[in-house]
Structures are given as structure tokens and as C-alpha cells.
């Protein structure tokens, strides 16, 4: 079964460090996102990505933040300049176009010190 | 603003005895609804959703939700409990004109499933 992959599965990085999370979405999906779900807090939307550039953003999705589908397959997501509060279960998702009907790849983790 | 109140972090049932979590729901506009599962180390699984059809919708393994607009709520049922149902299960909205995808999760519900 098709499934979204992701990499690394944890990190731990110092603040201020950069950081690159990246994703292998399902081969013949579209639409791509990055949700974030901080210890002991919902999940929250960050980005979604549709034909090459960001359809929507979160007011956490600042310019520390940025996506990229640099090769047809993987999507990124940068952190420039990790702080504290950026510790938390980042998950890639994919969707073919259904509402709602997104693939979770199982997170990265990130933990900054 | 839409959001959603799954009331109940942790919920603990007994093997074989209904499962019932609470989800109610907050939004202006017509919204989609959804049951996401998520396992122990696995992502988010889509578990059932709600798009204006039929108010009680079917789901994977043997779970269905009923969409109750005058209570605003879209609670998840199951009638028997099995163990392979503990997981973590979170509700979301999304409103009907989103074509992006956006969810708006719940906080989770965290199921026990006890012998």
C-alpha cells in the first residue's frame, strides 16, 4: 500500500541551528502539507502546497518556515533558525484531491536545545 | 473561526463494550467532518468523513460517526470494543469552500481498551 515517508524519524538540533525535514509523498498525489503537533497539543495545520507553490499558510508559518518540492518527489520543510518553541511531531501529509482525505507520513520529531 | 472540542483526553473501555467518543464542533459555514486514527508510531489514518450526505456516516473497522447539526456534535461509535482499537483518535473540521486541504484538529482522545 502507498504510504508517505518520512525522514529523519528524530532530530535534535541546537537553537538557532537549521534544520530540513523531508517527506516522500504518495506518487500520484498533488496536494501536500506539513502539520505540527507540539507534546500535549492538538495538531496544527502549517502549509499546504499545490502545483508548486503554497495554496495556504498558518499564522505559524513564519519566515523562519519555508516548503520546497526541489525534485518531483521529496518536499521539504526548512526551519532556518530553530528556536525553543519549534520542538514538536512534525507530520508530512499527501492528498489526490479528495477533502480532507490527507496521508500522513508518522512524524518527525524535533527536538532544539 | 471553526474549531473543534473532543471532550475527554482519555478514555478507557472494556473489551467487547461500546466505544463512544465526543467530538462537538464549531463553525459558521457548512463544515466537512472527519475521524482521524492515529496508532502507536504511525501516522494520522483517515478513519470516516462527513461531507453533507448522509448524516451517519460508515467507517473503517467498524466505526461510524452521526453528524447532529442541532447539537453541533459528530460523535464516534463503535459497538464492541477490541483491543487493536487503542490508539489515539482525533476529530476535525474543515469548511466546504476549503479545496486546500486545511484540517482544524481536536486536541485527541485517547483510547484504552482494557481485557
Known amino acids: 500500500e502507498p504510504e508517505v515517508t518520512q525522514t529523519p524519524s528524530h532530530q535534535v538540533t541546537q537553537m538557532g541551528q537549521e534544520v530540513i525535514l523531508r517527506c516522500v509523498p504518495i506518487?500520484?498525489?498533488?496536494?501536500f502539507y506539513w502539520y505540527r503537533q507540539i507534546l500535549g497539543q492538538k495538531v496544527e495545520f502549517l502549509v499546504s502546497?499545490?502545483?508548486?507553490?503554497?495554496?495556504?499558510k498558518s499564522e505559524i508559518f513564519d519566515d523562519q518556515f519555508s516548503v520546497e518540492r526541489p525534485d518531483g518527489s521529496n518536499f521539504t520543510l526548512k526551519i532556518r533558525s530553530t528556536k525553543l518553541e519549534d520542538s514538536a511531531m512534525y507530520f508530512c501529509?499527501?492528498?489526490?484531491?479528495?477533502?480532507?482525505?490527507?496521508?500522513f507520513g508518522e512524524g518527525s520529531r524535533l527536538t532544539v536545545l | 473561526a471553526q474549531s473543534v472540542t473532543q471532550l475527554g483526553s482519555h478514555v478507557s473501555v472494556s473489551e467487547g463494550a461500546l466505544v463512544l467518543l465526543r467530538c462537538n464542533y464549531s463553525s459558521s459555514v457548512p463544515p466537512y467532518l472527519f475521524w482521524y486514527v492515529q496508532y502507536p508510531n504511525q501516522g494520522l489514518q483517515l478513519l470516516l468523513k462527513y461531507t453533507s450526505a448522509a448524516t451517519l456516516v460508515k467507517g473503517i473497522n467498524g466505526f461510524e460517526a452521526e453528524f447532529k447539526k442541532s447539537e453541533t456534535s459528530f460523535h464516534l461509535t463503535k459497538p464492541s470494543a477490541h483491543m487493536s482499537d487503542a490508539a489515539e483518535y482525533f476529530c476535525?473540521?474543515?469548511?466546504?469552500?476549503?479545496?486546500?486541504?486545511?484540517?482544524?484538529f481536536g486536541q485527541g482522545t485517547e483510547l484504552s481498551v482494557k481485557p
Open positions: 502546497f499545490y502545483n508548486n507553490e503554497i495554496s495556504e
Open positions: 476535525a473540521v474543515s469548511p466546504i469552500y476549503n479545496q486546500g486541504g486545511k484540517l482544524i
Open positions: 506518487s500520484n498525489h498533488l496536494y
Open positions: 501529509a499527501s492528498s489526490g484531491g479528495g477533502v480532507g482525505e490527507l496521508f
